[in-house]
């Protein structure tokens, strides 16, 4: 089976898909000819689908990706600046939550959303946990703190720096500080070796954060869940991750319970100019 097919009576010949391809895998023979793939392309695609979103008259199709399964760009969708710089500036972290759960199919549809996020070289190295119901999160935010008190005694400088006697004390009073009594987490790993894995966790996780707020959900970084995940043999245990799997990040997930009316302001960016 060829890598792609060209309608002959769509192409027009521009090369576009030529010149846009990533790994330089299509030429033009010549000015009046189709586009066709360079030896041994197949070897080399990362079916990434630059070639079938950029043709202009959907005349190309890979062999596994056809212009027709793809969603066309709405453009009467697209964002101005200033809507883009709102969209930004007013998400938040949430730290507390609504006593209610959000339905599996909303979580779902968050995930196929972040799926979507670039990866080095197409890899999508990115595999997710859920961790659904509010008893279970609860038990991992004790973990944490099982895992701070062995820091306490293993590393004490890390530990005063990030105030962790602190957050053991409040655990202790009843005051979750770890998961915020958050219903849900959402936890993003790829396998231990990947070089594009932490990153492309990285980013995934960012694009659900950034789609959650208009699916009505409500996020929040779990910073220490995340480290103690990759260091602590009895969070490892109750994630039932394999060796060889490593946790890049995780994030609270639920319903806000209050809503936000301003953007706080930031420090003026620090550029450098080359």
């Known amino acids: 089976m060829p890598l792609f097919t060209v309608d002959p009576d769509k192409c027009n010949k521009d090369g576009i898909c030529a010149i846009e391809c990533p790994i330089s895998l299509i030429y033009m023979p010549d000015k009046d000819s189709l586009p066709a793939p360079i030896e041994n392309a197949e070897e080399s695609c990362i079916h990434c689908g630059h070639c079938v979103a950029v043709c202009p008259h959907g005349a190309l199709s890979l062999y596994d990706m056809a212009p027709e399964q793809c969603p066309p760009v709405n453009k009467d969708w697209h964002l101005s600046a200033e809507r883009a710089e709102h969209f930004l500036r007013a998400r938040r972290s949430v730290r507390r939550y609504k006593k209610k759960d959000v339905p599996k199919e909303t979580i779902e549809e968050l995930i196929r959303i972040a799926s979507h996020a670039q990866s080095g070289h197409n890899s999508q190295p990115v595999n997710w946990l859920v961790v659904y119901e509010k008893e279970k999160v609860h038990e991992l935010a004790g973990l944490v703190v099982d895992w701070m008190k062995r820091v306490v005694v293993k590393d004490p400088k890390l530990a005063e720096m990030l105030h962790m006697d602190r957050l053991i004390t409040a655990w202790g009073l009843g ?15 790829a396998e231990a070796g990947s070089r594009p894995g932490p ?36 969070m490892r245990e109750a994630l039932n991750l394999a060796d060889g799997q490593e946790v890049h990040g995780g994030l609270m997930v639920g319903v806000p319970k209050f809503q936000y009316h301003r953007m706080p302001l930031r420090n003026e960016p620090k550029v450098q100019w080359l």
Request: proline content about 6%.
């Open 199 to 234: 990153v492309a966790c990285h980013i995934a996780l960012t694009y659900a954060e950034l789609a959650a707020h208009p699916l009505g959900i409500g996020t929040c970084w779990a910073g220490f869940f995340t480290s103690a995940a990759n260091d602590w043999k009895p």
């Open 175 to 189: 005051f979750d500080v770890i998961m915020r009594d958050a219903p849900h987490l959402v936890v993003a790993y």
